[in-house]
């Protein structure tokens, strides 16, 4: 038997909000009644630069490399290669990002117009990944990762950190795709809060994994499968829900689509379907909360056109 999977501490998700400050946001929360009159706690996280949580991973990635990267390389459905593009940009160092040929325009867009040199490889996240190897090998390249990474993971646990200033809620509830956000936030929170994971049927990476005890392979599919479509879970982000004891949820297309209508009609929030996904767990009743539990949930990406958003059914 080899080792566990390593996952943050408390002390590195604690240095690397010390390494990140003053290159990512603190996004605010919003305290929110739901239809059935629970109080619910969103963390606004699709306020962070680039539009999702992922800059929080992808600066800690090349701020505690050994080196000053002359290239970063990314594979990417989306939302981190635009996290990437942006960390670049701001740094001065050339990006590369891969993602698939079926990821949304206007993510393809935004990364070209950040600077970033961009690949469409394959349908699926995981042959972008592929199409990455040759380029993330150059001398002086730093492949940024965009789940599995510990670097990736132990960023994004400064959210968890951040919140934890914010809100005393008990439970959060946090979508899932690779796992690198659940991984930082059960890594900060193990054992202190409860943590729920939620992912589309089409999309369950993670309950998978948690059921079997290990990665298995799945074929993503549905609304939120740009964001939260990859093919496998992460070894780090399911060692941290192991360890945390997290559990698993989830959750319909509609019920998807249904949180997301939610959050622009009551909140003016525009979420992309992996950004409401966390809260259609609660809409849907996925996750039934006791009375007395205190919730808050992680609303983490608005890379979507708003076009479809409506006041009236």
Same mark, same amino acid.
């Given at each position: 038997m080899g080792d566990a999977p390593a996952h943050p501490t408390r002390a590195q998700i604690t240095e690397a909000r010390r390494l990140v400050a003053g290159h990512v946001r603190r996004?605010? +929360? *919003?305290? @929110?009644?739901?239809?059935?009159?629970?109080? @619910?706690? $969103?963390? *606004?996280?699709?306020?962070?630069?680039?539009?999702? &949580?992922?800059? #929080?991973? !992808? &600066? /800690?990635? +090349?701020?505690?490399?050994? #080196? %000053?990267?002359?290239? *970063? @390389?990314?594979?990417?459905?989306g939302n981190h290669g635009l996290a990437v593009a942006h960390v670049g940009r701001s740094l001065g160092i050339p990006v590369q990002v891969f993602v698939p040929a079926t990821a949304p325009a206007v993510k393809v867009a935004r990364l070209h117009a950040l600077g970033a040199q961009v690949h469409q490889v394959g349908e699926r996240y995981a042959e972008a990944l592929e199409a990455s190897a040759a380029a993330a090998a150059a001398p002086g390249a730093l492949a940024v990762h965009a789940y599995d990474g510990l670097p990736t993971v132990t960023g994004q646990g400064t959210l968890a950190a951040e919140l934890e200033e914010q809100t005393d809620a008990g439970t959060v509830l946090v979508a899932v795709g690779g796992g690198g956000l659940i991984g930082g936030v059960a890594s900060w929170w193990a054992g202190r809060r409860r943590i729920v994971a939620v992912e589309p049927h089409g999309c369950p990476t993670m309950h998978t994994a948690l059921a079997a005890g290990w990665p298995v392979p799945t074929a993503p599919s549905g609304l939120a499968a740009d964001s939260l479509g990859a093919t496998v879970v992460g070894q780090v982000g399911l060692a941290a829900c192991r360890a945390a004891e997290a559990v698993s949820v989830l959750v319909g297309d509609d019920d998807i689509?249904?949180? %997301?209508?939610? *959050?622009? #009609?009551? +909140? %003016? +929030?525009?979420?992309?379907?992996?950004?409401?996904?966390?809260?259609? !767990?609660? $809409?849907?009743?996925? /996750? %039934?909360?006791?009375?007395?539990? #205190? @919730?808050?949930?992680?609303?983490?990406?608005?890379? !979507?056109?708003p076009a479809d958003l409506t006041d009236v059914d």
């Open positions: 996004t605010p +929360v *919003l305290d @929110v009644t739901l239809d059935d009159g629970r109080p @619910v706690t $969103l963390k *606004l996280e699709q306020l962070q630069h680039t539009g999702s &949580f992922k800059p #929080r991973g !992808a &600066f /800690h990635s +090349v701020l505690s490399a050994p #080196r %000053r990267p002359d290239l *970063l @390389v990314a594979a990417s459905g689509a249904q949180a %997301r209508q939610w *959050l622009w #009609r009551h +909140v %003016r +929030v525009a979420a992309e379907p992996g950004g409401a996904t966390a809260l259609a !767990a609660l $809409l849907s009743g996925a /996750h %039934r909360p006791d009375d007395a539990e #205190r @919730v808050c949930v992680i609303v983490c990406g608005a890379n !979507a056109s």
